[in-house]
């Protein structure tokens, strides 16, 4: 493929390649075998996070597998495929008693753990949940469908290599042995090579994307990469059947089977001593094995180019069929799906500093776990100075503005108790300003709530951005430069508060231990009169004016 991408990340993997080989050698080191990982489950709505939970957590794992342990899951994967939101209650079930703890969110979730499996069934909202992983540097296995669409795989792609967090994503089916005896190179030069595995549909999905990826998969497994074209030779009810050519004048072909023959999952290949078997289905072990190597390594057992020109493939089949069958190389979707990426990136990516048609909208997976949006971006319906008159302050480019808005605060007219608080906000150079929750008293917001911090700088301390003002400090700075927006989100459980920036947790405390009133729990003054332990459990949230311009947007809150 001529792709521009594919040439970038070819030259990245090369380059990792190499490092990695002189730093590791061919196998992990003795140091890194003995550190166990703790290890996170993002989606429990399908059988691989059960299987994968069953061989860590019980038993005594030996030889690859030992040393990692499942501890924490975020059960919400689909919200509106019925095959997958009826699982996660019973699969939830299972894991917790096989000792994992499950958590409300996926930052909860970054908190607790080392390294990520995102088992999420739907492809589609796999870019909003890696986001944070991502962000968090924490290594993460993403598994099939990468995405529900090749302009997704691209951009999860573009995320780790920004990031420069170690990702990747596969099909059990590759790990299986008679594909890797293939791919090893033990009948030479595969010059052509014929799969097939179920492929029952999903509308959400394109057709291959579902199910077919198995026998997708095992095809580049064995022929590797180097396709350039594909032609939808077959869809019916029964079956769809794919024929892709391969540079150097190798042959493909997939068939995916709904109805009929073959059965399962194989195939056949074409190599020095003819024609041989390509075999089955090995189970889920040897896809786990190479998981936890990585998690250990950082070091992908797939290449991102390889992976992407596998949803190339399979996204070229589709506009095939769309076309009515004719030849569609795969460097023509590759391009359009690298613009797609570049256009979502620029709406997705908290830390980008550009301008966002979705701002202040919900997005599916936000709606279907029950966020509510304060801020519609176009008027203040809902808000209020905390001194009861209305807010003087325009609303600029889609942004909340405290500044000269006639009174201390800007506050939502309802009070929240236990909730999760996110917003976006953009400092000028110079700024001090605040966001504050669980406001018991408008009249006295400074002695009756919590702050936290918003100021310019890279400070860290109980007074620098991040912080729980005068009481926690931040144990980093991870405000984005001036101008440009930073995502903020404030969580409140009981007595536990936290802050976390940019997808990252700085700043948390548990009120119930801040028993003396003015004292920190290192003995230092604070100015608070009131213990914190007896600060009020609800109230208003808002946003300070405090002599500044700031912006905000993108404000949303979720009741616990």
């Known amino acids: 493929m001529n792709s521009g991408l594919f040439k970038r990340l070819f030259c990245q993997a090369c380059c990792a390649l190499l490092l990695l080989t002189v730093a590791l050698g061919s196998s992990v080191s003795a140091e890194d075998a003995k550190k166990v990982l703790k290890a996170g489950i993002i989606g429990l709505d399908t059988s691989h996070a059960i299987a994968f939970t069953k061989m860590l957590n019980t038993g005594n794992p030996e030889g690859d597998l030992a040393g990692c342990r499942i501890v924490a899951a975020y059960p919400k994967g689909s919200p509106d495929i019925e095959s997958s939101v009826s699982r996660v209650p019973g699969y939830t079930k299972q894991v917790k008693e096989m000792g994992v703890e499950i958590v409300d969110s996926i930052p909860a979730l970054l908190e607790k753990v080392d390294v990520v499996f995102l088992e999420t069934n739907d492809g589609r909202p796999h870019l909003e949940q890696a986001l944070p992983v991502l962000q968090s540097g924490k290594p993460v296995f ?16 573009e995320l780790s290599k920004k990031y420069n967090t170690p990702m990747f994503s596969s099909s059990s089916l590759r790990f299986a042995k008679g594909a890797q005896r293939l791919r090893n190179g033990e009948e030479g030069k595969i010059m052509k090579a014929s799969t097939h595995s179920p492929c029952s549909l999903e509308s959400t999905h394109p057709d291959l994307y579902w199910y077919g990826i198995h026998g997708v998969e095992t095809l580049f497994t064995v022929m590797g990469p180097g396709c350039e074209s594909v032609t939808r030779t077959v869809s019916n009810a029964d079956r769809d059947e794919v024929a892709g050519k391969w540079a150097g004048g190798r042959e493909g072909h997939f068939a995916g089977v709904r109805k009929g023959t073959p059965k399962g999952y194989g195939g056949t290949a074409v190599g020095k001593n003819g024609e041989v078997a390509v075999g089955g289905y090995d189970g889920y072990k040897p896809l786990l094995v190479e998981i936890v190597k990585f998690f250990r390594t950082g070091k992908a057992p797939v290449s991102p180019e390889e992976t992407l020109e596998i949803y190339a493939f399979m996204e070229a089949a589709d506009e095939s069929k769309r076309q009515g069958g004719k030849e569609v190389t795969l460097a023509s979707v590759m391009e359009k799906a690298e613009k797609q990426a570049a256009k979502k990136l620029s709406k997705l990516d908290v830390a980008d500093s550009g301008a966002s048609e979705s701002d202040n909208e919900l997005t599916a997976s936000e709606k279907a776990e029950g966020w509510k949006l304060l801020f519609n971006g176009e008027n203040y319906k809902g808000w209020m100075c905390s001194n009861g008159k209305k807010i003087a302050a325009p609303i600029e480019n889609g942004a909340l503005v405290p500044y000269k808005s006639g009174g201390y605060l800007i506050v939502y007219n309802k009070e929240f108790g236990d909730f999760k608080f996110k917003c976006d906000v953009k400092m000028p150079e110079e700024c001090n300003s605040g966001i504050f929750f669980r406001v018991g008293d408008l009249k006295n917001p400074v002695q009756t709530g919590f702050e936290a911090q918003v100021l310019s700088g890279d400070g860290t301390g109980m007074h620098d951005f991040g912080a729980i003002y005068d009481l926690v400090a931040p144990a980093k700075n991870l405000a984005s430069a001036p101008g440009e927006w930073t995502h903020f989100e404030i969580t409140c459980k009981g007595p536990h508060i936290s802050v976390a920036v940019n997808g990252e947790v700085v700043a948390k405390l548990n009120a119930d231990e ?22 009020p459990r609800k109230g208003y949230i808002g946003f300070q004016d405090h002599g500044h311009k700031v912006w905000y947007k993108n404000v949303k809150l979720l009741e616990l």
């Open 142 to 157: 993403i598994d099939k469908p990468i995405a529900a669409s090749l302009t997704d795989a691209v951009a999860l792609f």
């Open 514 to 535: 801040w028993t003396e009133p003015g004292k920190r729990l290192d003995g230092s003054a604070h100015k608070f009169k009131a213990a914190v332990k007896d600060f």
